[in-house]
Antibody, heavy 121, light 114 residues
Framework: EVQLVESGGGLVQPGGSLRLSCAAS????????MNWVRQAPGEGLEWISY????????YYADSVKGRFTISRDNAKNSLYLQMNSLRAEDTAVYYC??????????????WGQGTLVTVSS | DIVMTQSPDSLAVSLGERATINCKSS????????????LAWYQQKPGQPPKLLIY???TRGSGVPDRFSGSGSGTDFTLTISSLQAEDVAVYYC??????????FGGGTRVEIK
């Protein structure tokens, strides 16, 4: 069974940092492109970052570029999101999601349960 | 960015009746070289992550009941639930993956039981 389990969320002050993790199991992680998607409370979905299977190709939404860093450790079947210079508008549930890749790139077939990040003083 | 606009924001439908959700993209998501629409629909039930329902505008995902159907092309798309069941109460999002990786979602449509 495919499982994605996020962790690392919590309450942080504006300007602070957090590192989110996503532990993957039940599939061959090294073969999958991965993404982070967030959802502000009561709001819709926002794609924020993509990383290729090897980690060599990375993209960010403009809203987080320069502040967030996506990475992965294929030996540990883990995906990460380092979040710096956090703002109140970064408050959201953060989901990791596996990408179907290739001809289906951009489609997310598995999602974690999410981890809540709250940015507030 | 391709802007996705859904309507209505919410709708209430009686059990067994049809529910129809619309999605409009700010530019065409039809890729001419393969004649495919890069449009997906996701279902998000309360307290759960989204679930992929439909892709290529009309292809149902794995295990998705056939009461769910997608249609449309270019910039205008529709998700139809032919006979609403209690378990279909959720928020539904359209998503374009034409400009991958810069994906965008619609604002969501909440479906409730009347």
């Amino acid at each position: 069974e495919v499982q994605l389990v996020e962790s690392g969320g919590g309450l942080v002050q504006p300007g602070g940092s957090l590192r989110l993790s996503c532990a993957a199991s039940g599939f061959t992680f090294i073969n999958y492109e991965m993404n982070w998607v967030r959802q502000a409370p009561g709001e819709g979905l926002e794609w924020i970052s993509y990383i290729s299977a090897s980690g060599s190709t990375i993209y960010y939404a403009d809203s987080v570029k320069g502040r967030f860093t996506i990475s992965r450790d294929n030996a540990k079947n883990s995906l990460y999101l380092q979040m710096n210079s956090l703002r109140a508008e970064d408050t959201a549930v953060y989901y990791c999601a596996s990408d179907m890749g290739a001809a289906h790139r951009g489609l997310f077939d598995h999602w974690g349960q999410g981890t809540l990040v709250t940015v507030s003083s | 960015d391709i802007v996705m606009t859904q309507s209505p924001d919410s709708l209430a439908v009686s059990l067994g009746e049809r529910a129809t959700i619309n999605c409009k993209s700010s530019q065409s998501v039809l890729y001419s070289s393969n004649n495919k629409n890069y449009l997906a629909w996701y279902q998000q039930k309360p307290g759960q992550p989204p679930k992929l329902l439909i892709y290529w505008a009309s292809t149902r995902g794995s295990g998705v009941p056939d009461r769910f159907s997608g249609s449309g092309s270019g910039t205008d798309f529709t998700l139809t639930i032919s006979s609403l069941q209690a378990e279909d109460v959720a928020v539904y999002y359209c998503q374009q993956y034409y400009s991958t990786p810069w994906l965008t979602f619609g604002g969501g449509t909440r479906v409730e039981i009347k």
